[in-house]
């Protein structure tokens, strides 16, 4: 495994101005919106980023993707997220959502763990 593995976390809303207003006020600064994936029913508002430190995140609006309990998201960057979801499965964990295209942002798998927690899974290829 790499070292600081998690590259990306999302937070499941679902009133997306709102959310938004909320998390701009608590850390005084802009969301930018993010041009809609090929999912035309998801909604993002990215979170400041860099390349040099830490992860970054967004906002997101998702059918399937309750915001509360579940509600922050965490994913670890990979070489290709169909590999390590596969990898979930044989584990025993299972894949709630295969490899799919988040275009020119690469691709993303979610999954189980064995415990049933959701994580995310992001590549480049």
Same mark, same amino acid.
């Given at each position: /495994?790499?070292?600081?593995? $998690?590259?990306?976390?999302? #937070?499941? $809303?679902?009133? /997306?101005?709102? !959310? !938004? !207003?909320?998390?701009?006020? $608590?850390? =005084?600064? &802009?969301?930018?919106?993010?041009?809609?994936? =090929?999912?035309?029913? @998801?909604?993002? @508002?990215? +979170?400041? @980023?860099?390349? =040099?430190?830490?992860? *970054?995140?967004? %906002?997101?609006? @998702?059918?399937?993707?309750?915001?509360?309990?579940?509600? *922050? %998201? $965490?994913?670890?960057?990979?070489?290709?997220? &169909?590999?390590?979801? &596969?990898?979930?499965?044989?584990?025993?964990?299972? #894949?709630?959502?295969?490899?799919?295209? #988040?275009?020119?942002?690469? +691709? #993303?798998? %979610?999954? +189980?763990? *064995?415990?049933?927690?959701?994580?995310?899974?992001?590549?480049?290829?």
């Amino acid at each position: /495994m790499k070292a600081n593995p $998690v590259g990306w976390f999302e #937070i499941y $809303v679902q009133d /997306m101005p709102r !959310a !938004a !207003a909320f998390y701009e006020a $608590v850390f =005084e600064g &802009a969301l930018e919106p993010m041009r809609k994936p =090929e999912t035309p029913d @998801m909604d993002m @508002m990215l +979170f400041p @980023m860099t390349e =040099e430190y830490g992860a *970054t995140g967004a %906002l997101v609006k @998702m059918p399937d993707c309750p915001s509360g309990g579940m509600g *922050t %998201l $965490v994913y670890f960057s990979c070489e290709d997220c &169909a590999v390590e979801a &596969a990898r979930a499965a044989a584990n025993g964990g299972s #894949i709630f959502k295969e490899k799919m295209s #988040i275009d020119e942002h690469g +691709f #993303i798998a %979610l999954v +189980f763990d *064995t415990e049933g927690n959701m994580i995310g899974l992001h590549s480049m290829a």
